[in-house]
């Protein structure tokens, strides 16, 4: 394709364009109106939704104001479990919340694309399904102003410390200082 061509037909898709780009808009709208719905009307329109995330169980969701909330979400809560989110909270495209117990992310946790951050595991039991086999849950705490990288997994009984760095594919098993930076699988400390 020539340059012109392309010229003339980005020139001609252009008002397309711009409908769509305010169509987007009404989407997002549609979003928020959504999940405010299935909140019973908890969400703060300070909060920006850019794709309804997909909800389970409970529902037993708490949110803060200015969060910014990307497409792909999966927010899970079952038995007593509950997800709280305070102020200024970014849960990237993709992220999994989980809770059987408590997952609590403080003012200005960032969470990158992929993550999941699960505070059950099922019972091991010698007969029957593992599918039935119930849970057991120990909360989750990110601290304020951590940053969890891109596809971290973070497992139940952990507690994020203020300000630390978990690097991106990192799996926590144990607690992180504050203002550590962490890596790996298992995720160690390299850096405080």
Known sequence: MSYLLKKILVKTLQPIAALTNKLEACSRLWASARF???????????????????????????????????????????????IAMGDEV????????????????????????????????????SDGSMRHSGHVGQPIVVRRNA??????????????????????NAVVTKDIPAGAVAVGIPARVIKT
């Open 147 to 168: 940053w969890i990288g891109r596809g971290v997994t973070i497992l139940g009984g952990v507690t994020i410390g203020e300000g630390a760095v978990i690097g991106a």
């Open 36 to 82: 405010n719905s299935a909140l019973h009307g908890n969400l703060h329109p300070s909060v920006v939704v850019l794709g309804t995330p997909e909800l389970h169980g409970t529902k037993n969701i708490v949110l803060g104001k200015n969060l910014y909330l990307y497409r792909d979400l999966y927010l899970e809560t079952q038995e007593a479990g509950q």
């Open 90 to 125: 970014v849960l990237s495209r993709g992220v999994h919340l989980v809770a059987f117990a408590a997952i609590t992310l403080e003012d200005g946790v960032m969470i990158g694309e992929y993550s999941s951050l699960r505070d059950a595991n099922h019972r091991i039991i």
